[in-house]
Nanobody, 120 residues
């Protein structure tokens, strides 16, 4: 059964940091990603990673501030977020898909999401 479960969300002031984790099922996919959904928005991709190649992809809005990584021995995907600003607020989802991409249609399996709130 394909499963993804996020943890680590919370509230932080602007300029602060948070770490999100996602426990995923073994063999779920070769590609994992984080998406953010704010009220009224579709899910824009934040960061993606190829599990075996280690190749990463970031949206322009988070490049240099967020770092995606994966521990495939423990099946944990991580998103380290720093220099957070209020525009980073939203529900963060981890997802598993068929290619290295920031497009939601490329991802078949999704977690339930974890809330991140950044106050000014």
């Amino acid at each position: 059964e394909a499963r993804l479960e996020e943890s680590g969300g919370g509230s932080v002031q602007a300029g602060g940091s948070l770490r999100l984790s996602c426990k995923y099922s073994r063999y779920i996919s070769c590609y994992l990603a984080w998406f953010r959904q704010a009220p009224g928005e579709v899910k824009p991709g934040v960061a993606a990673i190829s599990i075996y190649a280690g190749t990463t992809l970031y949206s322009d809005s988070v490049k240099g501030r967020f770092t995606i990584s994966v521990d495939d021995s423990d099946y944990i995907l991580t998103l380290e977020m720093s220099s957070l600003n209020p525009e980073d607020t939203g529900i963060y989802f981890c997802a598993a898909g068929s290619r290295l991409s920031l497009g939601a249609p490329d991802f078949d399996f999704w977690g339930q999401g974890t809330q991140v709130t950044v106050s000014a």
